[in-house]
């Protein structure tokens, strides 16, 4: 069973940068669309940034100029730079990915189990 895997998240001050990184668990055969979405506690999960296989990008107006998503389509890994963070950015952060773990597939939807990230003096 593929799983998308998160890593970089952490405790980082005010005004600091973090870069988070997501990748399936296994072999695939090709992924469509990459995503991040966050929950801070106590809201509902957003979209933060998606990044599709032409390497287009959107972002949300409040993290525009701040994150950037990128995706390395040969390792099949999407990346999230976070720069200028503040304490409104805090929450676990989720990776999306639409999939084919092979070729005959159907693109799927696949979610990381999710890495904390707090922005905290």
């Known amino acids: 069973q593929v799983q998308l895997v998160e890593s970089g998240g952490g405790l980082v001050q005010p005004g600091g940068s973090l870069r988070l990184s997501c990748a399936p668990s296994g072999s695939i055969f090709s992924i469509y669309f990459m995503a991040w979405y966050r929950q801070a506690p106590g809201k509902q999960r957003e979209w933060v940034a998606g990044?599709?296989?032409?390497?287009?990008?959107n972002y949300r107006d409040s993290v525009k100029g701040r994150f950037t998503i990128s995706r390395d389509n040969a390792k099949d890994t999407v990346f999230l730079q976070m720069n200028s963070l503040n304490p409104e950015d805090t929450a676990v952060y989720y990776c999306?990915?639409?999939?084919?773990?092979?070729?005959?597939?159907?693109?799927?939807?696949?979610w990381g189990q999710g890495t904390q990230v707090t922005v905290s003096s």
């Open positions: 990044i599709d296989i032409g390497e287009r990008t």
């Open positions: 999306y990915a639409d999939l084919k773990v092979i070729s005959t597939d159907a693109w799927r939807a696949y």
